[in-house]
T-cell receptor
Framework: AQSVTQLGSHVSVSEGALVLLRCNYS??????LFWYVQYPNQGLQLLLK??????LVKGINGFEAEFKKSETSFHLTKPSAHMSDAAEYFC???????????FGTGTKLQVIP | EADIYQTPRYLVIGTGKKITLECSQT?????MYWYQQDPGMELHLIHY???????EKGDLSSESTVSRIRTEHFPLTLESARPSHTSQYLC????????????FGEGSRLTVL
């Protein structure tokens, strides 16, 4: 069985500051890991995915995440927050990519001008 | 931009009514999914389909039913809506490749009075 824990249901950062959204996972087999973003009144959109090719994964809109097996973590970062980054972010895990995906509870990011 | 469409986007109905939430995708994906999303909660898989005439219940028990008569179409039906069914319903699909990226519709927000 797999699960995802996202630390912090709400995160606030100033515009231009570092964004760090935390995600820890558990999986009985090597996982595939994903970050999705949901803007208000929209569906989820894939930001980036880890599929064992490289531990540092770059995604859209300047986001990246690092897979750390020893810490079972897949934290999402962006060096400089922009107002348009305000959204809800979901971490997700799948033991094999095409199997059912398990999502975390989401983290709402607020960007303060 | 994903080609997966959900209608209606918003629906307010009275208790006891029958409703159908429509989901269509033009990507030719075999695998389609329905998730239920409530504030502060993880996305819960309620139904999935791996192809025409194939439907399965997900991890979260739901009184809704689904059908898959055509590859592109995956409607969800509630025979008798209740206030407990108030939620956002997200439809998703993927191509079945190992990486498992999900493409989501914009969601259908259902309110049962």
């Amino acid at each position: 069985a797999q699960s995802v824990t996202q630390l912090g249901s709400h995160v606030s950062v100033s515009e231009g500051a570092l964004v760090l959204l935390r995600c820890n996972y558990s999986s009985s087999v090597p996982p595939y890991l994903f970050w999705y973003v949901q803007y208000p009144n929209q569906g989820l959109q894939l930001l980036l995915k880890y599929t064992s090719a490289a531990t540092l994964v770059k995604g859209i809109n300047g986001f990246e995440a690092e897979f750390k097996k020893s810490e079972t973590s897949f934290h999402l970062t962006k060096p400089s927050a922009h107002m348009s980054d305000a959204a809800e972010y979901f971490c997700a895990v799948s033991p094999l990519g095409y199997q059912k995906v398990t999502f975390g509870t989401g983290t709402k990011l607020q960007v303060i001008p | 931009e994903a080609d997966i469409y959900q209608t209606p986007r918003y629906l307010v109905i009275g208790t006891g009514k029958k409703i159908t939430l429509e989901c269509s995708q033009t990507m030719g994906h075999d695998k389609m999914y329905w998730y239920q999303q409530d504030p502060g909660m993880e996305l819960h898989l309620i139904h999935y389909s791996y192809g025409v005439n194939s439907t399965e219940k997900g991890d979260l028990s739901s009184e809704s039913t689904v059908s898959r008569i055509r590859t592109e179409h995956f409607p969800l039906t509630l025979e008798s809506a209740r206030p407990s069914h108030t939620s956002q319903y997200l439809c998703a699909s993927n191509s079945g490749t190992e990486t498992g990226e999900l493409f989501f519709g914009e969601g259908s927000r259902l309110t049962v009075l």
